[in-house]
């Protein structure tokens, strides 16, 4: 597992946001580590369960699950480990609000806070990755579906909801003044524009057979050596980022 320092300084800037120079504060740092550590530790135990050998980054903008192995996972079984990391926030969250609940008269401040805090942090860090923007959990579900009844052009398809998704969420941000989950949307929308742009037209018309010719010579020219053209096509590896 590999935690970049990026981390730690952007939880404790929205603990600062959230509760200004507080003991709340500093509390909230270690919440969202191990919030999205959770999460990320539900990618992980899918895709092991898969065969795969998990590798755990937590950096800026949240937490990454590589895949050492490199191997492809089924749809089915894409759609498994994607929704494997937000079920694990949903859980904790719900636990955390049933908790709260049964607290008795009197409990402590900080500890109301505190429970509280753990129920925010991983319900909401859980349902913004199922927003269906790609490379979020949600996306990479859209994208699977996508592909289970477009084919080969699922793809593009993903990557055009993603840029419909993308625009609204930047509006109501912008209305909201979330100028974060702005910047957020911001960088992840302009990325599937730029895959969008570079998989061609959604709609691909069929084309026209190639005319042979009524010859061919079967000549090798002198001081060359064929070589087999053959390209096998690669699906793009799904990195989780969440």
Known sequence: MLVRPEHLLISALFGYMSFGLSVSALVHIPIVFSGVLLHEMGHALAGR????????ELNGWGGLTHWLKGRAFTRGQSV???FAGPLVGIVVGITALVVNMFLPPGTPPLLLVTIGDIAFVNLGWALFNLVPIYPLDGGKIARDLF??????RGAAWSHASSVAVGVVLIALALFARQFFVVLLMGQLTWQNWQALRAAGPLFRRASAPKATASRVSTKKPHGLRVIDGGRKDEDEKPKYLN
């Open 49 to 56: 369960r898969f065969g795969e050998r998990p590798f755990v």
């Open 80 to 82: 498994f480990v994607a």
């Open 147 to 152: 592909g289970h009844f477009l084919g080969t």
